[in-house]
C-alpha cells in the first residue's frame, strides 16, 4: 500500500512539473532596427494641414516593421501626427494608399528645436521585402502655420529620398540634397517593438 501511494505522489510530482514547463510562455522576440538615417542632422522641415513629408528607404533585407522612430519637435499644438508606410517609385515618390500606420500625440512632444526621438508603434505589422522601396509618409492635418511639427534631417541616405507634398498627398516632389531622420525597426515574426530615446541639435529650415 505504500509503494503504491509513493508511485502516485511521484507521478503528481512529473505531471505538475511538466505542466509548470508547458505553462511558462516563450520569451519574445525584441525588434530591431533594420534600416535607418539617424545621424547628421543639422536642418529640419515642417508639416501641417495639406504640407506632408515623406521619406523614402529601400528595405535591406526581409522582416516584419513593427514601428517607426522620428526625430521630431513641435511648435504649439499639432495634434495628432499620423506616420505611415506607402510604397515608393525608383525616385521615391510615395505610390498608392498606406499599407499600415500608427499615431503619436504631437501635443506632447518635445518644443526644443534640439528634437528628440519617438517611436511610433504600427497598428499592423507590414511584411517588407529585401531590395524593394517604400516612404514614410508623416502628416498633422489637425496642424496650421501656428501649430506644427518639425522633422529634422540633413546629410545623405543613398537609399531613398526626401519627399514634398502641398496637397494632402495627392503628388509629391522628392529631393536628393538631404534626408530626413528615420529609424525603421521590425523581426522576422510578429512581436511587440522596442523603444528608445536619444537628442541631437539642429539649425534652419530648408521648406
Known amino acids: ?11 503528481l510530482i512529473l505531471i505538475l512539473s511538466l505542466t509548470a514547463v508547458m505553462a511558462v510562455p516563450a520569451a519574445a522576440v525584441a525588434a530591431v532596427i533594420h534600416d535607418y538615417h539617424n545621424t547628421g542632422d543639422d536642418t529640419y522641415t515642417t508639416l501641417h494641414t495639406d504640407y506632408w513629408r515623406s521619406q523614402s ?5 526581409d522582416y516584419a516593421a513593427t514601428s517607426i522612430k522620428l526625430k521630431i519637435a513641435r511648435q504649439g499644438n499639432p495634434g495628432d501626427i499620423t506616420v505611415s508606410i506607402r510604397n515608393a517609385d525608383i525616385w521615391g515618390e510615395p505610390l498608392g494608399a498606406d499599407l499600415t500606420s500608427g499615431t503619436i ?3 506632447t512632444i518635445t518644443d526644443d528645436m534640439a528634437g ?5 508603434n504600427l497598428l499592423t505589422p507590414l511584411h517588407l521585402d529585401s531590395g524593394s522601396k517604400y516612404a514614410i509618409v ?3 492635418v489637425n496642424g496650421d502655420t501656428s501649430n506644427k511639427v518639425y ?3 540633413g546629410g545623405t541616405y543613398d537609399q531613398g529620398w526626401y519627399g514634398l507634398s502641398q496637397n494632402s498627398g495627392d503628388s509629391w516632389t522628392t529631393f536628393g540634397h538631404m534626408d530626413l531622420m528615420f529609424e525603421v525597426w521590425g523581426i522576422s515574426d510578429s512581436s ?9 541639435v539642429v539649425g534652419g529650415e530648408v521648406f
Not at 116 to 120: E, F, P
Open 116 to 120: 528628440a526621438w519617438y517611436s511610433v
Open 192 to 200: 511587440d517593438p522596442t523603444t528608445d530615446t536619444t537628442t541631437a
Open 57 to 61: 528607404f529601400t528595405a535591406s533585407s
Open 151 to 153: 522633422w529634422l534631417g
Open 105 to 107: 500625440d504631437g501635443n
Open 138 to 140: 508623416v502628416r498633422a
Open 1 to 11: 500500500m505504500r509503494r503504491k501511494i509513493t508511485i502516485v505522489f511521484f507521478a
